[in-house]
């Protein structure tokens, strides 16, 4: 590898040709804050927060996109810089609200602690701000543009998700970022993945806060209330109380959840095992009988979403199947309704999902199976640190418990359906038992697991081969259809999930800022510590846990049969108000 020897802050080093004097300064141990620079997606020289000085240049240069040549001597905090930044933050906060007293993001802002590091909370540049209104028409996401800094890395976020549905309005004083012609967020086509959330450096962007209804429910006598968690909340709760990414807090969430007051804890993880019973089936019955191939999933309702707005023409493609968030609560409103003698109007399903398109998904048409929805809550990882937090939970204090059975045992396979290809995964350790039927030895499908965004790999089952593709991150996903429809690719199946990396990056997973997320591996850390789970399993195959043969005995009978499909399938719309 080429190399580029300089000097940073007196110091020689020696770094790839080709890095960007950020980059440089980090192989060296410095860090040089950023605001709106996002490796790869945003790398746009803004903010000017990055500024250092460069000995030679008539001016200083934005760290984030200077490149770095041979026998350059770069300063990083000299007096000119820490004023340049100063003034920089003070300008940012004379168009700012400052209300960090109250804001979701406070302790976790990149602004609010850049502030703190530079000694600026009043600003010399006090006068008008820019007008603006809280856009808060959409299920699953608030605007407050007094909060925004105009990075742009919403905007980039939404483009890489291949929607583009927020940009830079008008210009100079009253620059803002919005939908075209200012529309509301609920009247564009926002498939509500929630990735411009996680990109947000302040509190411009914010889920949905539901927490308050959560806590009314559960201080209401009259109401069953009933949670349950999915497969990724484990590996990244943590982080909201200082955890390294990637542990698995399970049982400090298991106890949390029960110490919050929730009648019943249960595990998403049920549901993804049924998931695959309905999925696998109807993977089988589709080879089969001549059904419409590639099968493509659809656990992921930002994928769903993006799918009946953009590509319509894929929706008999899209697997029947519920996702596991709605499968769970149909058969807590159900099955286990009736076991209990509950009427199911009395019950409160809460869910813990990695994303804020779930929040949407609780809304959809035909997600009733009782006559009452589904799921009536959908909150975010976010969401429940806060109400641990609220309810004086000490997190890291708390010994590790259980889910309470049936709807809270689950199998490796399930837990893996948090990351890019644990659902494909999980659904070969199933179909291919039952192509083959017999109990097959192979239970690792390590072609399609790792955070590229497209995987492909090819599994002779049963004398065939299966043709599988595995892609998340909705740019891949563009492109993937595209070969499809052009006949470039054929699949037998092919697993979508909405955000890149799968639910272990969803728009609803804790924030980690750009300072880590620029040079941490952070998806395969999450990723990983699923992996692990799901090694540590002893059932390891959706169709061998025992808890959901009891539910097909009493309730469902077989996967595919009436019940199961009044219950667990559903149907999509080309979709044409948002
Ligand atoms: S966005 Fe950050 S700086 Fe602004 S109010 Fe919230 S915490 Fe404070
Ligand atoms: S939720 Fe997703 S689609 Fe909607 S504006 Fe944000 S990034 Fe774009
Ligand atoms: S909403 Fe957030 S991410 Fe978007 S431009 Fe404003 S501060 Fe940046």
Same mark, same amino acid.
């Given at each position: 590898?080429?190399?580029?020897?300089? #000097?940073?802050?007196?110091?020689?080093?020696?770094? =790839?040709?080709?890095?960007?004097?950020?980059?440089?300064?980090?192989?060296?141990?410095?860090?040089?804050?950023?605001?709106?620079?996002?490796?790869?997606?945003?790398?746009?020289?803004?903010?000017?927060?990055?500024?250092?000085?460069?000995?030679?240049?008539?001016?200083?240069?934005?760290?984030?996109?200077? =490149?770095?040549?041979?026998?350059?001597?770069?300063?990083?905090?000299?007096?000119?810089?820490?004023?340049?930044?100063?003034?920089?933050?003070?300008?940012?906060?004379?168009?700012?609200?400052? #209300?960090?007293?109250?804001?979701?993001?406070?302790?976790?802002?990149?602004?609010?602690?850049?502030?703190?590091?530079?000694?600026?909370?009043?600003?010399?540049?006090?006068?008008?701000?820019? =007008?603006?209104?809280?856009? +808060?028409?959409?299920?699953?996401? /608030?605007?407050?543009?007094?909060?925004?800094?105009?990075?742009?890395?919403?905007?980039?976020?939404?483009?890489?998700?291949? /929607?583009?549905?927020?940009?830079?309005?008008?210009?100079?004083?009253?620059?803002?970022?919005?939908?075209?012609?200012?529309?509301?967020?609920?009247?564009?086509?926002?498939?509500?993945?929630?990735?411009?959330?996680?990109?947000?450096?302040?509190?411009?962007?914010?889920? #949905?806060?539901?927490?308050?209804?959560?806590?009314?429910?559960?201080?209401?006598?009259?109401?069953?209330?009933?949670?349950?968690?999915?497969?990724?909340?484990?590996?990244?709760?943590?982080?909201?109380?200082?955890? !390294?990414?990637?542990?698995?807090?399970?049982?400090?969430?298991?106890?949390?959840?029960?110490?919050?007051?929730?009648?019943?804890?249960?595990?998403?993880?049920?549901?993804?095992?049924?998931?695959?019973?309905?999925?696998?089936?109807?993977?089988?019955?589709? @080879?089969?009988?001549?059904?419409?191939?590639?099968?493509?999933?659809?656990?992921?309702?930002?994928?769903?979403?993006?799918?009946?707005?953009?590509?319509?023409?894929?929706?008999?493609?899209?697997?029947?199947?519920?996702?596991?968030?709605?499968?769970?609560?149909?058969?807590?409103?159900?099955?286990?309704?009736?076991?209990?003698?509950?009427?199911?109007?009395?019950?409160?399903?809460?869910?813990?999902?990695?994303?804020?398109?779930?929040?949407?998904?609780?809304?959809?048409?035909?997600?009733?199976?009782?006559?009452?929805?589904?799921?009536?809550?959908?909150?975010?990882?976010?969401?429940?640190?806060?109400?641990?937090?609220?309810?004086?939970?000490?997190?890291?204090?708390?010994?590790?418990?259980?889910?309470?059975?049936?709807?809270?045992?689950?199998?490796?396979?399930?837990?893996?359906?948090?990351?890019?290809?644990?659902?494909?995964?999980?659904?070969?350790?199933?179909?291919?038992?039952?192509?083959?039927? #017999?109990?097959?030895?192979?239970?690792?499908?390590?072609?399609?697991?790792?955070?590229?965004?497209?995987?492909?790999?090819?599994?002779?089952?049963?004398?065939? +081969? @299966?043709?599988?593709?595995?892609?998340?991150?909705?740019?891949?996903?563009?492109?993937?259809?595209?070969?499809?429809?052009?006949?470039?690719?054929?699949?037998?199946?092919?697993?979508?999930?909405?955000?890149?990396?799968?639910?272990?990056?969803?728009?609803?997973? =804790?924030?980690? !800022?750009?300072?880590?997320?620029?040079? @941490?591996?952070?998806?395969?850390?999450?990723?990983?510590?699923?992996?692990?789970?799901?090694?540590?399993?002893?059932?390891?195959?959706?169709?061998?846990?025992?808890?959901?043969? @009891? /539910?097909?005995?009493?309730?469902?009978?077989?996967?595919?049969?009436?019940?199961?499909?009044?219950?667990?399938?559903?149907?999509?719309?080309?979709?044409?108000?948002?």
């Amino acid at each position: 590898m080429d190399m580029v020897n300089l #000097k940073i802050n007196g110091m020689d080093i020696s770094v =790839p040709k080709g890095s960007t004097i950020l980059e440089a300064a980090r192989y060296a141990g410095i860090e040089i804050p950023t605001l709106c620079y996002m490796r790869e997606i945003n790398e746009i020289g803004a903010c000017r927060i990055c500024v250092v000085e460069v000995k030679g240049a008539r001016s200083l240069v934005a760290a984030c996109v200077y =490149p770095v040549n041979e026998g350059m001597e770069v300063f990083t905090n000299t007096p000119t810089v820490r004023n340049s930044r100063k003034m920089t933050l003070e300008l940012i906060l004379s168009n700012h609200d400052k #209300k960090c007293l109250s804001c979701v993001r406070s302790g976790n802002c990149e602004l609010q602690k850049l502030c703190k590091e530079y000694g600026v909370d009043e600003s010399r540049y006090d006068g008008a701000m820019t =007008p603006s209104e809280i856009d +808060d028409s959409a299920l699953h996401l /608030v605007r407050n543009n007094k909060k925004c800094i105009l990075c742009r890395r919403c905007v980039a976020a939404c483009r890489e998700q291949y /929607v583009g549905v927020i940009g830079a309005n008008a210009r100079g004083f009253d620059t803002n970022i919005g939908c075209a012609f200012e529309k509301k967020l609920a009247d564009v086509p926002c498939i509500s993945c929630g990735q411009c959330i996680v990109e947000c450096p302040t509190g411009a962007l914010t889920e #949905k806060d539901q927490i308050d209804e959560v806590f009314a429910a559960i201080a209401d006598p009259t109401k069953h209330v009933v949670v349950h968690t999915a497969p990724s909340v484990r590996v990244t709760l943590g982080e909201c109380f200082g955890m !390294p990414i990637g542990s698995n807090v399970e049982g400090k969430m298991a106890a949390a959840l029960r110490r919050l007051g929730f009648d019943k804890v249960f595990d998403t993880d049920f549901g993804a095992d049924l998931t695959i019973m309905e999925e696998a089936n109807e993977f089988v019955e589709r @080879v089969k009988n001549g059904g419409v191939l590639p099968m493509i999933t659809s656990c992921s309702p930002g994928w769903v979403k993006f799918a009946e707005t953009f590509y319509p023409d894929f929706i008999p493609n899209l697997s029947t199947c519920k996702s596991p968030q709605q499968m769970q609560g149909a058969t807590i409103k159900t099955w286990y309704a009736k076991k209990n003698g509950i009427d199911p109007k009395d019950i409160v399903c809460v869910s813990i999902m990695p994303c804020t398109a779930k929040k949407f998904e609780v809304k959809r048409d035909n997600q009733s199976a009782a006559g009452v929805p589904d799921v009536d809550i959908a909150l975010t990882t976010r969401e429940l640190a806060r109400m641990i937090d609220r309810a004086g939970i000490k997190f890291d204090l708390l010994p590790d418990e259980k889910f309470d059975p049936i709807l809270g045992e689950s199998t490796g396979a399930a837990v893996i359906f948090g990351t890019s290809g644990g659902v494909m995964e999980a659904a070969l350790r199933t179909a291919a038992d039952w192509l083959e039927n #017999k109990d097959l030895e192979n239970v690792d499908y390590q072609e399609i697991r790792g955070m590229a965004g497209v995987k492909e790999a090819t599994y002779h089952v049963a004398g065939m +081969d @299966v043709k599988v593709a595995v892609c998340s991150g909705l740019t891949n996903v563009a492109k993937l259809l595209d070969a499809v429809r052009a006949g470039e690719k054929t699949y037998h199946f092919i697993e979508v999930m909405c955000c890149p990396g799968g639910c272990i990056n969803g728009g609803g997973q =804790p924030i980690q !800022p750009a300072s880590v997320r620029n040079f @941490v591996d952070v998806k395969g850390l999450r990723s990983k510590a699923l992996y692990a789970a799901d090694k540590d399993m002893p059932v390891r195959k959706s169709h061998q846990n025992p808890a959901i043969k @009891v /539910v097909y005995d009493e309730f469902f009978g077989k996967p595919g049969s009436h019940v199961a499909h009044e219950v667990l399938h559903t149907a999509y719309v080309k979709r044409e108000k948002y």
